[in-house]
């Protein structure tokens, strides 16, 4: 394992003790903001493609980078462990914090000199954290941008759907898992953005979802399984609008004809309340609810764009990164942050 601090994190201390925020003397605007997350103590945590770590507390806001120990420009996912501990994914692997010090665990190392590689670096990368889920066991789920998947037992990664979906022109796979989520009966779901559709495993075996299944596309880009367990599927933006809802063993897809004037969704979100939230990189942010999408509009009549990441708080607020900022929305005011 690798270490980019003299202190390794320690399990313990993550969920016992916490780092002293200080409440900053000025409020900077967050640049470039990609990741999301909120913690079981409803602290929420901004990733960014700079290389920081945005954290919001109760009792103020700290920025976490390089300095600090955090290794890798671009945080594409975060998630916490069971034991407590924060999970940062990078370029650089699993960037381990218990609220003091980080560890940096590189993924098994993937070739990137193909002549393939070479054109699509770094949109392709298999070195790359993309996806993060934890389970109650303390294993961690890792979705890379063209390795497949790998679970993390603490130790050692063990490989999965590396060989999925098309081969691309340099001969090999090079398997984009975009997202994961866990349902309620412990199925865990693999997004692929490299043609291979959605993949399902029950933990002994892999059943898989394609356009010739019903899918809208075989470039699946999100999936979220909501709390009257259906699940939630969005796909690639060059391959058109679409919202898969796959409800038991009937699954339905809605487009612009059923209200949803969106060419692509990759945030997405269920409230409290069960409102299901989208926005793209190229769309304007809309809702879902009682089977009905609805423009997003602030206390003021305006919309939102370029949304692509979403999480809820323990306070209901709806986080959005993306584009053109960070903004949080508490059902009456829409802010900047």
């Not at 081969?167 to 199925?187: K, R």
């Not at 939630?232 to 391959?239: D, E």
């Not at 609805?294 to 764009?305: A, M």
């Amino acid at each position: 394992m690798c270490s980019c601090s003299s202190s390794e994190p320690s399990q313990d201390r993550a969920k016992e003790e916490k780092r002293q925020i200080e409440k900053p003397k000025s409020i900077d605007l967050v640049e470039r903001p990609f990741a999301v997350f909120c913690d079981e103590a409803g602290e929420v945590w901004v990733g960014t493609k700079n290389g920081e770590v945005h954290h919001y507390a109760s009792e103020g806001k700290e920025v976490l980078m390089s300095k600090d120990g955090l290794q890798g420009e671009n945080v594409m996912a975060i998630t916490q462990l069971a034991n407590g501990m924060h999970v940062f994914g990078t370029e650089k692997g699993i960037n381990l914090y218990d609220g003091f010090n980080f560890q940096t665990i590189p993924l098994p190392f993937s070739d990137t000199t193909s002549s393939w590689l070479d054109k699509v670096y770094p949109v392709i990368n298999p070195n790359e954290v993309h996806a993060l889920l934890p389970l109650e066991s303390g294993e961690l789920w890792i979705g890379t941008g063209g390795a497949g998947a790998y679970l993390w037992d603490g130790l050692k990664f063990q490989p999965y759907l590396q060989d999925g979906g098309q081969l691309m022109p340099d001969g090999l796979h090079h398997n984009w898992i975009s997202n994961l989520a866990q349902d309620e009966e412990g199925n865990i779901w693999f997004c692929s953005m490299s043609m291979g559709g959605l993949a399902k495993f029950d933990g002994k075996e892999f059943t898989f979802l394609t356009a010739e299944s019903g899918l809208h596309s075989d470039m699946v880009r999100n999936v979220l399984c909501d709390q009257s367990g259906r699940i939630l599927i969005t796909y690639k933006p060059k391959y058109g609008a679409g919202l898969s809802i796959l409800d038991g063993d009937e699954l339905t897809t809605y487009s612009e004809k059923d209200g949803l004037d969106m060419l692509s969704i990759m945030g997405i979100c269920e409230d409290q309340s069960g409102r299901i939230w989208m926005g793209g990189d190229h769309d304007q942010v809309h809702y879902l609810e009682n089977g009905t999408f609805h423009l997003f509009q602030d206390e003021k009549g305006n919309t939102l764009s370029g949304v692509v990441n979403m999480e809820v708080d323990h306070q209901g607020r709806i986080w959005m990164a993306g584009k053109d900022g960070l903004w949080r929305w508490d059902g009456e005011k829409l802010e900047r942050l």
